[in-house]
């Protein structure tokens, strides 16, 4: 009966590069924390304008608000009624996005990590990271569209959850780094996306 032995998979002192040798000559490592960078820097940057633009939108769309930008106003006395309505239903929309979106993650994720056992990673990583980005084009497609409504955004925020990217980057980073270095590596790929959101 043949054994396997699996001292081979681990990393020797002496003629085994570091954690960081290792993950930095591996170019799909690199790749995998360089996207989880990226796509944390542009939800970054556009988070803070998301609920002034759709509260914004609504109020005009369903409340019939014609006045300057809801964001405009400073004060509670000023604060026009119908963005306050639209501030209501901006609040609505997500929190159904959000229980939505977290049920088809929940639904989808064995299917999809099984499917990528078998066909592999590239195809549905890539279509994990261009779902992802949808609500950042409808972001400003808003702004360009007066006529768009929003609820656009909350549609796609839901979809894109039925490949998550980040969990397709954990299963790509566990096919590249040896056992010892996988929780190292998770570890570095979520540093990198909190830090794109300080």
Not at 4 to 14: Q, R, S
Not at 46 to 69: C, F, L, M, N
Not at 76 to 103: H, T
Not at 169 to 188: N, T
């Amino acid at each position: 009966e043949t054994q396997i032995d699996i001292e081979v998979l681990l990393p020797k002192e002496d003629d085994e590069p570091s954690f960081f040798q290792f993950f930095v000559k591996s170019r799909a490592a690199v790749l995998v924390f360089t996207t989880c960078l990226l796509l944390s820097l542009g939800w970054g940057s556009t988070i803070g304008v998301t609920p002034a633009v759709i509260s914004d939108r609504y109020a005009r769309q369903k409340h019939g608000y014609t006045g300057s930008d809801c964001a405009s106003f400073n004060n509670d006395a000023s604060f026009p009624a119908e963005c306050s309505k639209g501030f209501d239903d901006a609040q609505g929309a997500e929190a159904v996005s959000n229980l939505s979106g977290k049920m088809i993650e929940f639904t989808f994720s064995a299917v999809i990590g099984s499917t990528s056992d078998i066909h592999g990673r590239k195809f549905l990583y890539t279509i994990g990271i261009f779902l992802s980005i949808t609500t950042t084009i409808i972001l400003v497609l808003l702004q360009v569209l007066p006529n768009l409504s929003p609820n656009y955004y909350y549609v796609f925020s839901s979809l894109r959850h039925f490949i998550s990217w980040l969990t397709l980057s954990f299963m790509c980073l566990s096919d590249i780094m040896p056992p010892p270095w996988r929780a190292p590596s998770y570890a570095l790929v979520m540093t990198a996306f909190s830090l794109a959101f300080s």
